[in-house]
């Protein structure tokens, strides 16, 4: 069975802050890991990655893949309180003659709280 | 604009009764996903459609039914199988081919069935 384990669960922290949030997997047939953004209502993309180590980076957000290792992290520096969210890490690994079929497997999420 | 719509946003229902989910995609995404989130759990799949009048259970399929008859829309039957329906239902979509993508949720529609 696919299995997605995000740490810590929740996280306080206050604005300017620098956080790392984990994400660790078990899948066959791995094709790709995401991140997502979720405030209160739909999931927003933030990244998805699927060479080891080749960091993303959008403004204050990274994250970088160890596909040896089996693990994902997200970075947040400088954090604002906008950036109080959950925080989803999904990996994709169902796939038939090369074709994915998009079945995700997500962790629980990190609940990130920042105070101003 | 191109996206994902969820009707409706709050649904109140009685046990015992069935239900339908909307979701509606303009995206001409050829595949489409129903996902189910609980607190303090992350989503877990329910059904997927990969193509027109074809679609896979997921990991909870028990309780829900759904049809893919049109490219743009995946409703979801709650029914009253289902033991516990109170949830909040994700639909999201992507573009299907042998390249990875992401998906696109729609913003969700929160079920309490009392």
Same mark, same amino acid.
């Given at each position: ?116 | ?50 193509? +027109?009048?074809?679609? !896979? =259970?997921?990991?909870? #399929?028990?309780?829900?039914?759904? /049809? *893919? ?8 039957? +709650?029914?009253?199988? !289902? =033991?516990?329906?109170? #949830?909040?239902?994700?639909?999201? /979509? *992507? ?20």
């Amino acid at each position: 069975e696919d299995k997605v384990v995000q740490s810590p669960l929740s996280l306080v922290v206050h604005e300017g802050d620098t956080v790392t949030l984990n994400c660790s997997y078990e899948v066959t047939n791995f094709r790709s890991l995401l991140w997502y953004k979720q405030e209160k209502k739909a999931p927003t993309f933030l990244f998805m990655l699927t060479s080891s180590g080749i960091e993303k980076k959008s403004g204050r957000l990274s994250s970088i893949l160890d596909k040896k290792e089996l693990f994902s992290i997200l970075n947040i520096t400088a954090t604002q309180t906008g950036d109080s969210a959950v925080y989803l890490c999904a990996v994709d690994a169902g796939f038939l003659g090369g074709t994915s079929y998009g079945k995700l497997t997500f962790g629980q999420g990190t609940i990130l709280t920042v105070h101003p | 604009d191109g996206g994902i719509t969820q009707s409706p946003k709050y649904l109140f229902r009685k046990e015992g009764q069935n239900v339908t989910l909307s979701c509606e995609q303009n995206l001409n995404h050829d595949a489409m996903y129903w996902y189910r989130q609980d607190p303090g759990q992350g989503l877990r799949l329910i059904y997927y459609s990969q193509i +027109v009048n074809d679609f !896979q =259970k997921g990991d909870i #399929a028990e309780g829900y039914s759904v /049809s *893919r008859e049109k490219k743009e829309s995946f409703p979801l039957t +709650v029914t009253s199988a !289902q =033991k516990n329906p109170t #949830a909040f239902y994700l639909c999201a /979509s *992507r573009q299907q081919g042998a390249g990875v993508y992401e998906q696109y949720f729609g913003p969700g529609t929160r079920l309490t069935v009392t």
